[in-house]
């Protein structure tokens, strides 16, 4: 595909908008109107003389040369930033790393670790339940819970992690639910269905509340087990306990900035 008469602004909110889904997130997430995404994606599928979406009252649904667009410009994404940074910026390289709620939050305690001091990368974390695509260049490093199957991904195993019922003492004998798509929060709705003290859809707010004393949260043992006031109210949950896996891609784990950021992650989190 011949991106030589597009702009590379008009490509990186492309970007935006092929990974966020559509108009209205991708304007959260660049800052830029609604309207004004879709006048320039318009523009860009002029320019290329290519259509990238199709669109529909739910969202944008890309097309197969969109796709293939995507991947393309994600591996030179990383190269282009670097060079138009500003003196200073382009010393340290940017490295995108996803990795669910309670994983994120051990990262960012240790950010310093992760960074060196004094800082060499650039870190941007992500914070997702769903699993950002690493094929296509969305993030460097993600923190998985199974082995990566794709070929073209590699893997370190870190260490296990289980699930366990924690509460301040004298809290309410009742669970805080989580709404979200994840094996802790399925397993809790099959056990409780809506008998909840109160239910969140972001994973964090449970353990917000059981710090307040409101009720039972399902914690990753490395959290609940570093809160003070917090206690365990049962065993771990073994259908709960799984594998955690670093991953990345075949061609970029050999990078410096990659590697050296690997390491140090693993030196955070574990390894088996």
């Not at 870190?123 to 690493?134: D, G, K, P, Q, Y």
């Not at 709960?240 to 992650?265: A, C, K």
Request: hydrophobic content about 40%.
């Amino acid at each position: 595909m011949n991106e030589t008469n597009a702009d590379w602004g008009d490509l990186r909110l492309f970007l935006a908008v092929a990974r966020e889904g559509g108009l209205s997130p991708a304007a959260r997430a660049t800052g830029r109107s609604a309207a004004t995404l879709g006048r320039r994606m318009l523009a860009l599928e002029r320019s290329l003389g290519r259509e990238l979406f199709i669109r529909h009252e739910r969202g944008y649904e890309m097309t197969a040369e969109a796709r293939q667009l995507v991947e393309e410009l994600s591996q030179i994404e990383t190269r282009i930033t670097r060079l138009t940074a500003t003196p200073g910026e382009a010393e340290r390289p940017l490295i995108k790393v996803s990795a669910g709620t309670w994983t994120t939050l051990v990262l960012l305690d240790n950010l310093d670790e992760i960074t060196g001091a004094p800082a060499d990368i650039r870190l941007r974390f992500i914070s997702a339940e769903s699993a950002l695509n690493i094929a296509r260049r969305e993030v460097a490093i993600g923190i998985r819970n199974a082995r990566p199957t794709d070929t073209s991904l590699a893997g370190r195993a870190l260490s296990r992690v289980e699930f366990a019922p924690y509460a301040k003492a004298g809290a309410p004998d009742r669970w805080i639910k989580v709404m979200a798509d994840t094996p802790s929060a399925r397993w809790l709705d099959k056990m409780i269905g809506t008998d909840a003290v109160c239910e969140v859809n972001a994973p964090r707010n449970s353990l917000d509340l059981a710090l307040a004393g409101k009720g039972i949260a399902l914690l990753p043992t490395f959290i609940g087990d570093r809160q003070k006031t917090l206690r365990q109210t049962g065993g771990t949950i073994p259908e709960l306990s799984h594998d955690r896996w670093i991953v990345t891609h075949q061609d970029d784990r050999h990078l410096p900035e990659v590697r050296s950021t690997i390491d140090r992650l693993c030196k955070v989190l574990g390894r088996r």
